[in-house]
């Protein structure tokens, strides 16, 4: 497979060969990757439970998805990197991996639901958000959301076992 | 109940030996654990986000925490909880291991912390004077990811 012999130039390169070796580099790449997680899920969550009136169920969902998403897009573009480091230094075993492969399906998943709220529910807002009720479609996308992070996390520590 | 005791009794049980031979029983549990982490870790990035004035500005510290702090309580029993369960099946290897004592040192430390200086500061009404703020969301934040950091480097150390 082309893809795979591809993967095993990227972790015989000298930049994935340095991170994979270093006794340093890697365990703080792979710790920051677990941290973001704050930055990242932490905040969007928030967001989500607000459309389950879970949380601020006082306060306009308008006020929290402007308070709390931005915040969250230094934290998933943290994620981004540092999960990309991770998967250079030992590509061809990740590659291989299933609960990687399921990992990235559903955050395929998480950017689709993601768009499905901006698309659908997004134009509308200032409307529903007024009446107070939020729109069952919005609903459930935010217990989507909340659902598929859970597992993202859930696949991205079994698939470490793994390795 | 001593070291030695929790290890023998570690070592007989026969629920421990399912947590410990199940393939995925571990990382089923650390997969919680970092759960918990996301909530704790996360609604302490927004209250101090919020302390400093870098975030989150449109809505009052106290107003946050009457939301947010039940989801942090929730996540450090989820986390604890998870953690024992982790602890238990392997004692004698957690107990030698300098990361993972590190750990409960520094996590003693910001429970102390959030429960006394931290709660108290975000449920006031009046927002702490901005030194005052840099500070507490020093040692605060430091505190955390200090037993995040720790936690992860418990692996690194055997």
């Given amino acids: 497979m082309p893809f795979l012999s591809w993967c095993h130039w990227l972790q015989n390169t000298p930049f994935a060969t340095g991170i994979r070796q270093s006794d340093l580099l890697f365990p703080l790449i792979e710790g920051s990757h677990i941290m973001a997680l704050a930055l990242s899920v932490g905040l969007i969550l928030v967001f989500d439970l607000r459309l389950l009136r879970l949380a601020f169920a006082a306060e306009p969902v308008s006020r929290i998805m402007e308070q709390f998403v931005p915040l969250s897009l230094p934290g998933f573009a943290a994620m981004f990197i540092t999960g990309l480091l991770l998967f250079i230094a030992q590509a061809e075993k990740v590659y291989q991996n299933t609960f990687f492969r399921f990992k990235l399906a559903l955050l395929v998943l998480a950017g689709l639901n993601a768009l499905f709220y901006q698309v659908k529910f997004y134009p509308k807002m200032a409307e529903w958000d007024k009446s107070g009720v939020v729109p069952r479609g919005a609903r459930i996308s935010g217990a989507l959301s909340l659902i598929i992070w859970a597992c993202v996390i859930a696949l991205g520590r079994t698939m470490a076992y793994e390795l | ?158």
């Fill in chain 2, 1 to 158: 109940m001593s070291l030695q005791q929790i290890w023998e009794w570690s070592y007989s049980s026969k629920t421990v030996d399912i947590l410990r031979n199940a393939k995925y029983a571990i990382p089923l549990i650390q997969s919680f654990h970092l759960f918990g982490l996301t909530l704790v870790l996360g609604t302490t990035v927004i209250f101090n986000l919020r302390l400093l004035g870098l975030g989150v500005r449109k809505i009052s510290v106290p107003v946050i925490s009457s939301q947010l702090w039940r989801l942090a309580v929730g996540g450090l029993l989820v986390s604890i909880t998870t953690g024992i369960l982790v602890f238990i099946p392997d004692p004698a290897r957690y107990a030698a291991n300098t990361a993972f004592r590190t750990k409960l040192v520094i996590l003693l430390a910001a429970i102390l912390f959030h429960f006394t200086v931290f709660r108290k500061v975000v449920r006031a009404e009046t927002p702490p004077a901005p030194r005052r703020a840099v500070m507490i969301a020093a040692v605060s934040l430091t505190l955390w990811f200090c037993v995040g950091w720790a936690g992860r480097a418990i692996a690194f150390l055997g």
